[in-house]
Nanobody, 120 residues
Framework: VQLQASGGGLVQAGGSLRLSCVVS????????IRWYRQVPGKERELVAS???????YLEDPVKGRFTISRDNAKSTGYLQMNSLKPEDTAVYYC???????????????WGQGTLVTVSS
C-alpha cells in the first residue's frame, strides 16, 4: 500500500489549493481517509476525515473553508482548501486507516507530505 500526496504549493492569503492523495493497493474503498498537517516544532494535527461511506469531519480551524472528499473509482482523496490563511502554512499528510479482517484492529498508512505555503 502506498499513498501519494500532491497539490501543495505557494499561494497568497485568500487563495485556494486542492490536495490529492492517491492510494494504491486495493484498500481505498474500505479506508477512512484523513488529512493532517504539521508545522516545524509542533505536533501533527488532524485537519479533516472522511469515512468509507462518505461522512466527513472537519476540525474547527478549517470549518467553512476546507472540504474533504473522495473518489472511490480513482482511489483518490481530496482536500479542497479555500480562503487560505498564513496560519494554514504547513506540511500536509494524507493518512489511510483500514480495519483488519477480524475488525479488532486497524492497518494505518501515511503518505509523504506536501508543503502548503500561504503568504500574507
Amino acid at each position: 500500500v502506498q499513498l501519494q500526496a500532491s497539490g501543495g504549493g505557494l499561494v497568497q492569503a485568500g487563495g485556494s489549493l486542492r490536495l490529492s492523495c492517491v492510494v494504491s493497493g486495493n484498500i481505498f474503498s474500505m479506508a477512512m481517509i484523513r488529512w493532517y498537517r504539521q508545522v516545524p516544532g509542533k505536533e501533527r494535527e488532524l485537519v479533516a476525515s472522511i469515512t468509507k461511506g462518505g461522512t466527513t469531519y472537519l476540525e474547527d480551524p478549517v470549518k467553512g473553508r476546507f472540504t474533504i472528499s473522495r473518489d472511490n473509482a480513482k482511489s483518490t482523496g481530496y482536500l479542497q482548501m479555500n480562503s487560505l490563511k498564513p496560519e494554514d502554512t504547513a506540511v500536509y499528510y494524507c493518512y489511510a486507516q483500514v480495519p483488519t479482517r477480524d475488525f479488532r484492529s486497524q492497518y494505518t498508512y501515511w503518505g509523504q507530505g506536501t508543503l502548503v505555503t500561504v503568504s500574507s
